[in-house]
């Protein structure tokens, strides 16, 4: 069982989801976290990455580690998407085996589901159709992850396990204008467009996908919950069940960020999957549940882009 002393590596550490795991860790008096830049360790490394493990011996691992994207990035750099997060969760999860790591999560995306999987999406739903080709590379490379944690389960005994999140947003979020997901994109779109008076905002798109959205706190939370709670074969949804069409989240986000001018949609860009809301009654039973909605989550995360990007 992990304890506060209990040595504790939370690969991505630097990025949205692995920040606020280890800002969680360290407010709840874990008192050996491990942690190592890009620039120190490169997990598509093979090499470098086991003698990481070889030398540190970590107990405990969170992979929050992975190249990510918006659906734009994913549809663009699709080789990089596929091979360099088959790469992360490969060595991370094979040396993990070979030194012993007492538990592992290895975190995925609800990207992994069929394109028109049935709503709300169960796990049990994975590989029963396509999936949505803007964002394959990804998905593939995430499926792989969690297959690799239940074959180590099943031939060498190891005990690791994974999470599926729903779309993901909050503090320390990645805000490349191109890059990015819809939610820091739009936030620093509205914005910038507040700030110059620009009297109309893109929005790429339809407007009419749905998507659910967690906060990222929130998922460092039940990824805790987890690695005390859970201890099985299988993948377990992270959702809020809090779900908006893209039409309804761009005037959240011009409310919270005060823009008065027009929104636009970009209907030569792409939609990518109608739907994708997760259904996270598994880890509910567990005794797991969201706290923050997205409106007050959406009001943290601009205060959060202003105190870093506001000048
Ligand atoms: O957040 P997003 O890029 O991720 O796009 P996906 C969500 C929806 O928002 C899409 C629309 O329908 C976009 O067309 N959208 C509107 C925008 N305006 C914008 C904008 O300015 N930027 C962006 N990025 N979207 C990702 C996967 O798909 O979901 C990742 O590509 C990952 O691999 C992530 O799985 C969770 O939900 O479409």
């Given at each position: 069982?992990?304890?506060?002393?209990?040595?504790?590596?939370?690969?991505?550490?630097?990025?949205?989801?692995?920040?606020?795991?280890?800002?969680?860790?360290?407010?709840?008096?874990?008192?050996?976290?491990?942690?190592?830049?890009?620039?120190?360790?490169?997990?598509?490394?093979?090499?470098?990455?086991?003698?990481?493990?070889?030398?540190?011996?970590?107990?405990?691992?969170?992979?929050?580690?992975?190249?990510v994207g918006?659906?734009?990035?994913?549809?663009?750099?699709?080789?990089?998407?596929?091979?360099?997060?088959?790469?992360?969760?490969?060595?991370?999860?094979?040396?993990?085996?070979?030194?012993?790591?007492?538990?592992?999560?290895?975190?995925?995306?609800?990207?992994?589901?069929?394109?028109?999987?049935?709503?709300?999406?169960?796990?049990?739903?994975?590989?029963?159709?396509?999936?949505?080709?803007?964002?394959?590379?990804?998905?593939?490379?995430?499926?792989?992850?969690?297959?690799?944690?239940?074959?180590y389960r099943?031939?060498?005994?190891?005990?690791?396990?994974?999470?599926?999140?729903?779309?993901?947003?909050?503090?320390?979020?990645?805000?490349?204008?191109?890059?990015?997901?819809?939610?820091?994109?739009?936030?620093?779109?509205?914005?910038?467009?507040?700030?110059?008076?620009?009297?109309?905002?893109?929005?790429?798109?339809?407007?009419?996908?749905?998507?659910?959205?967690?906060?990222?706190?929130?998922?460092?939370?039940?990824?805790?919950?987890?690695?005390?709670?859970?201890?099985?074969?299988?993948?377990?949804?992270?959702?809020?069940?809090?779900?908006?069409?893209?039409?309804?989240?761009?005037?959240?986000?011009?409310?919270?960020?005060?823009?008065?001018?027009?929104?636009?949609?970009?209907?030569t860009k792409?939609?990518?999957?109608?739907?994708?809301?997760?259904?996270?009654?598994?880890?509910?039973?567990?005794?797991?549940?969201?706290?923050?909605?997205?409106?007050?989550?959406?009001?943290?995360?601009?205060?959060?882009?202003?105190?870093?990007?506001?000048?």
């Open positions: 069982m992990i304890n506060k002393d209990s040595k504790i590596y939370v690969a991505g550490h630097t990025g949205m989801v692995g920040s606020a795991i280890f800002r969680k860790l360290t407010n709840e008096g874990y008192r050996n976290i491990l942690t190592a830049t890009h620039k120190e360790l490169d997990l598509t490394n093979q090499k470098a990455t086991f003698d990481f493990f070889e030398k540190e011996k970590p107990e405990f691992v969170f992979v929050a580690a992975a190249k918006g659906i734009l990035a994913n549809n663009t750099y699709k080789a990089q998407f596929l091979y360099e997060n088959l790469m992360i969760a490969s060595n991370v999860i094979h040396a993990s085996y070979l030194h012993n790591v007492k538990k592992l999560l290895f975190l995925g995306s609800s990207c992994i589901y069929p394109k028109f999987a049935p709503q709300p999406i169960k796990e049990e739903y994975l590989l029963t159709g396509e999936l949505e080709a803007t964002n394959e590379g990804y998905a593939i490379a995430k499926i792989a992850g969690l297959k690799l944690c239940d074959t099943f031939q060498y005994g190891c005990n690791f396990i994974s999470a599926m999140p729903t779309n993901l947003y909050g503090i320390n979020d990645n805000y490349h204008p191109e890059h990015s997901h819809v939610i820091p994109a739009l936030i620093r779109r509205f914005h910038e467009a507040k700030i110059k008076n620009i009297p109309e905002v893109i929005v790429w798109g339809s407007g009419t996908p749905k998507r659910e959205f967690l906060f990222a706190d929130d998922l460092a939370e039940a990824c805790i919950f987890l690695m005390h709670h859970y201890n099985d074969y299988g993948w377990i949804n992270v959702g809020s069940g809090e779900e908006v069409t893209i039409k309804e989240l761009a005037t959240l986000i011009q409310n919270v960020v005060g823009y008065k001018g027009n929104v636009v949609f970009d209907n792409p939609d990518g999957t109608p739907r994708k809301l997760v259904d996270s009654t598994k880890l509910n039973s567990l005794g797991w549940k969201h706290k923050i909605p997205l409106k007050e989550g959406l009001h943290i995360t601009y205060q959060d882009f202003l105190k870093k990007y506001g000048s």
